[in-house]
């Protein structure tokens, strides 16, 4: 293999190394906030000693996990001994130091909202007997919810949030809005049922505007539509902005301690029909139960039940009001999890070190029964090119096999399955048991086909494919080949290479796969980013590859970890994705001067960091907003053909070490003690994402 331009030096140029000086200016409008914003939060964040020792103990942390830089080293094992034991210890201590919460109990946390925790202020009237059997409400008779005309009635009733479904299903029901007597507040969040854009309208604050019109527009047969998303247009300027709103005022000002979910709170476990998108309001509180009027709060929500996980899509409106839309298909009905958590409050996620901001609360684990219901979804198709035009995937991973007596095998593989162990139509299409998830497979709004090796050459050969980011990279591709393309042997990829790999089964079929790092224009080194791109020799070792007289017809990359540690905040970073934005162009534009096909480019959205490594430099909230800085950027400029969302197919795997060592999901198989103390680890969300990469790359 043959490292191009590797030996090029460094020339060290301050290439808009304080982003105030010579910067293009895009948001003029905002530039005074801007300026003011980046002088708060570099006395803040940037300059303290703290910061700095901050910033060293995560390079640590980083570099005790890093895919090794020598080429001898790249097997190096991630199973050895862990060093950096405090890092763990971080959020543990910022969660254990917590005031013992009624938080973490939802149904005493109704009970008492009027000693202020829950609701706050808002919710000063008493709360209703009704309330305190809140937890009898997970008995409904189960005929009640098979009945969808019924159900409709129930969604009525539901939106008071009063306690006992169980009790009187008639009576009760018809009566709800009166029987109630909730505080105005508490109606706010009820069940909006967003199979028309009417129900939208229930959202507002009125009792008697809405309830009825919910109860009709749930009928027989209704055709819901998956819950989706997409990446806001301006998204940059948008955040900015949004990151810099000024306070002033105390509701501005207050951090959120506590949120108020009124369609949740106070009725014990929930019943909802499947199918359907339930988006519920909820409001940030402060720790004396004030609604704030800001937003940017950072909340992980996980939905899980035994064969569905998902990350259940939340609004932020910016004004202390939030939404989270809850979502499960029919044929998975069943008791679920909703959990919330909230990580970050106001952006702080954003900060250069975020670590003495991680907040890590669990605020609500509510028990939820999906129930059947006439609802229906459309059907999942397998993904085909234009599916990748998608910015933001709000996916699910669902299971689909289960062999409980799986064990680890000697070399770090859990076969728990047989190897042709069908997909089931729709969620993917092939062998699920190639991915050795125990019955596990992810989907989005397409599913994908899970790769034979044998169909994988036929889509691969003669092609060049050009990986730029950061080192999960380097375990995607050693997978890809490990699992999916029969080259087992291949133990590493280094991360830089170029090489040409042949089917063992056909040596005349071969794939030329060049990869370059861009943690650093320096191949041994790390956390420059996207800031690699300012030194002259790593935009040379790039260039070169799209001038030859070939040039690859497609590259994968992404930003990386390594720019949630270089950027000082989310205006720098979004400066240097406009500097890579123009070096990409550019280099695209040479190679349609030169009458070449310009290659796609398919974006890989940069991981969920896990456990531990949500407090650090590049926790799940700053690398949400940086995929979609870059996306934003990229999308401006042309250039993306494809997106392909590694944060929501990470993201329901990220909230502790199993399935990654913090910073990788790919690790190789091994039986050796992991990161979270577990002998072996689970690999198959990378293997996931390789069947991915592939659908994107042989998609018509
Ligand atoms: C890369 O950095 C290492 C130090 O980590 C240094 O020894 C080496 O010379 C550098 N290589 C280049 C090409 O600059
Ligand atoms: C790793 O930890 C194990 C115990 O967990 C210990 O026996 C072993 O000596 C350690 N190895 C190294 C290299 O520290
Ligand atoms: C949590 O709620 C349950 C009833 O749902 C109750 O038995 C338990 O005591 C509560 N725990 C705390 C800590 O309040
Ligand atoms: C359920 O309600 C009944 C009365 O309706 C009551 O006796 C029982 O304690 C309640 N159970 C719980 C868990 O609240
Ligand atoms: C609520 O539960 C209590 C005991 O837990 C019971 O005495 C009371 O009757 C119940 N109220 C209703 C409305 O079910
Ligand atoms: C559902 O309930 C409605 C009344 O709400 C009733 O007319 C209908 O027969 C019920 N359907 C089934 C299948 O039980
Ligand atoms: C919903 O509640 C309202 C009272 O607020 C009532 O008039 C209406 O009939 C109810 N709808 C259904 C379907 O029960
Ligand atoms: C409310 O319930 C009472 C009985 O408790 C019933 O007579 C009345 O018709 C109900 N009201 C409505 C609006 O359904
Ligand atoms: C419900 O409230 C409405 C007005 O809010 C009233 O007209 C109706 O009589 C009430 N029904 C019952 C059963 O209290
Ligand atoms: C709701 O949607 C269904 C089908 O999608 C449609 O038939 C119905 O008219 C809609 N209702 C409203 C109020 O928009
Ligand atoms: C917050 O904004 C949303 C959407 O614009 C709006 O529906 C909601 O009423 C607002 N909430 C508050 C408390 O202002
Ligand atoms: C919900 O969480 C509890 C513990 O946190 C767990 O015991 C239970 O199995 C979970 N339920 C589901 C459906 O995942």
């Known amino acids: 293999m043959r490292e191009k331009g590797a030996n090029s030096p460094p020339p060290f140029h301050q290439w808009f190394h304080r982003p105030s000086s010579a910067v293009p200016w895009r948001f003029g409008v905002l530039s ?62 910022a969660t254990s130091r917590l005031p013992v919460d009624l938080s973490n109990n939802v149904t005493q946390v109704s009970v008492d909202s009027n000693g202020g925790s829950d609701a706050g202020g808002s919710v000063g009237e008493s709360p209703q007997k009704e309330e305190k059997n809140a937890s009898n409400a997970s008995r409904l008779p189960v005929g009640l919810s098979n009945n969808l005309s019924q159900v409709s009635v129930n969604s009525n009733y539901s939106s008071d949030s009063g306690g006992s479904v169980g009790e009187s299903s008639q009576k009760g029901e018809k009566n709800a809005s009166n029987t109630s007597r909730l505080p105005v507040d508490l109606l706010n969040g009820v069940t909006r049922v967003l199979d028309n854009s009417s129900y939208s309208s229930d959202s507002g604050g009125s009792v008697a505007e809405s309830p009825q019109k919910e109860g ?18 301006d998204f940059t300027a948008n955040l900015l902005a949004r990151w810099l709103a000024p306070g002033g005022e105390p509701c501005r000002d207050s951090r959120t301690e506590e949120i108020s979910i009124p369609g949740i709170d106070g009725r014990g476990a929930i019943e909802l029909p499947a ?15 004030n609604s704030r009027c800001l937003g940017g709060d950072h909340f992980e929500t996980d939905l899980s039940g035994d064969s569905w996980k998902s990350r259940p899509l939340v609004k932020d409106f910016s004004n202390g009001s939030y939404s989270v839309s809850l979502q499960v298909h029919p044929d998975f009905v069943g008791n679920y999890n909703l959990t919330i958590i909230l990580l970050y409050r106001h952006f702080e996620g954003l900060k250069f070190s ?100 044998d169909a994988a050459w036929n889509c691969l050969k003669g092609r060049w494919i050009f990986f730029w980011g950061d080192s999960n990279h380097v375990d995607t591709i050693r997978n890809m080949l490990n699992f999916i393309l029969d080259l087992p042997e291949i133990r590493s990829v280094p991360r830089r290479f170029d090489m040409n790999f042949s089917n063992p089964k056909d040596p005349a079929q071969s794939v030329r796969i060049t990869s370059i790092f861009n943690g650093h224009w320096n191949g041994t080194q790390n956390y420059e980013g996207l800031n690699s791109l300012k030194n002259e020799g790593f935009r040379s070792l790039l260039k070169n590859y799209f001038s030859e007289d070939t040039v690859p017809d497609t590259i994968i990359m992404n930003s990386g970890l390594h720019d949630g540690v270089k950027w000082t905040n989310v205006r720098a970073f979004s400066v240097g994705a406009q500097y890579a934005t123009s070096f990409w162009a550019e280099v695209m534009e040479g190679v349609r001067q030169r009458g070449l096909a310009v290659p796609r480019i398919l974006y890989r959205t940069t991981v ?40 929501d197919l990470t ?17 190789a198989p091994a039986k050796m003690k992991w990161r979270d103390g577990g002998i072996g680890h689970q690999y198959f969300v990378d293997l996931m994402l390789a069947h991915v990469l592939l659908n994107a790359l042989c998609a018509r």
């Open 32 to 93: 005074a906030l801007v300026f003011v914003g980046m002088l708060v939060v570099w006395s803040i964040d940037g300059c303290t000693v703290s910061g700095l020792l901050d910033a060293w103990r995560f390079k640590q942390d980083y570099g005790s996990v890093k895919v090794e830089t020598s080429n001898s080293d790249l097997s190096s094992d991630p199973h050895q001994n862990q060093t950096v034991t405090h890092q763990g210890s971080t959020s543990n201590d």
């Open 608 to 647: 969920a960091t896990g456990g531990y490594a949500r407090a650090l430099a590049f926790n799940p909230n700053k690398m949400e907003a940086y995929n979609g800085v870059v996306i934003d950027k990229f999308r401006q400029a042309g250039l993306i053909s494809g997106v392909i969302d590694n944060f």
């Open 216 to 233: 009709k527009n749930v009928v027989d047969g209704v055709v819901s539509d998956w819950v989706s998303s997409q990446l806001e247009p």
């Open 275 to 289: 199918g359907a998108v339930h988006e519920f309001d909820f409001a940030a509180l402060d720790g004396a139960g």
């Open 354 to 453: 975020p670590g003495r901001f991680v907040f890590d609360r669990e605020l609500r684990k509510v028990l939820i029964r999906f129930y059947k219901s006439e609802a229906k979804l459309p059907e999942l198709h397998l993904c085909g090119k234009s599916d990748f035009s998608k910015d933001v995937w709000v996916g699910r991973w669902t299971r689909h096999g289960k062999n409980d007596d799986c064990q680890i095998g000697n070399d770090g593989h859990y076969r728990c399955l047989p190897p042709d162990y069908k997909c089931q139509s729709p969620w993917c299409d092939g062998s699920l048991g190639l991915l050795e998830s125990n019955g596990w497979v992810y989907s989005a709004h397409c599913s994908f086909k899970i790769f034979w090796s």
């Open 651 to 667: 993201y329901p795997w990220h909230f502790d070490n199993r399935c990654n060592d913090g910073v990788h999901y790919g690790r």
